[in-house]
Nanobody
Framework: VQLQASGGGLVQAGGSLRLSCVASGVILGVNVMGWYRQAPGKQREFVASRHTLGDTWYADSVKGRFTISGDNAKNTVYLQMNSLTPEDTAVYYC?????????WGQGDLVTVSS
């Protein structure tokens, strides 16, 4: 499984960005796709994820501001990020997980200026 993320960039505090991640390759059955992020000098942390059947999970730090959605037919997940703050600045990594197999995208930089 290969993951291609896009949508990152520079935005002012209070602004919005939408990340996309497309999975390609042999994809069978259900899976969980989502996002992690890693800020400079910090460990990678969970942001949000979505199960093929629709369940979603969020980190407390992004609840109410970020929304994850997906298109199963396109093997794509989206992360709508609103009310961004400088603390959201990080490299965002797409993640795919199914039956113990895990894959990561290349990372997409999101920079929020104050």
């Amino acid at each position: 499984v290969q993951l291609q993320a896009s949508g990152g960039g520079l935005v002012q505090a209070g602004g919005s960005l939408r990340l996309s991640c497309v999975a390609s390759g042999v994809i069978l059955g259900v899976n969980v796709m989502g996002w992690y992020r890693q800020a400079p000098g910090k460990q990678r942390e969970f942001v949000a994820s979505r199960h093929t059947l629709g369940d979603t999970w969020y980190a407390d730090s992004v609840k109410g501001r970020f929304t994850i959605s997906g298109d199963n037919a396109k093997n794509t997940v989206y992360l709508q990020m609103n009310s961004l703050t400088p603390e959201d600045t990080a490299v965002y990594y797409c993640n795919w997980n199914a039956n113990g197999a895990e894959h990561w995208g290349q990372g997409d930089l999101v920079t929020v200026s104050s």
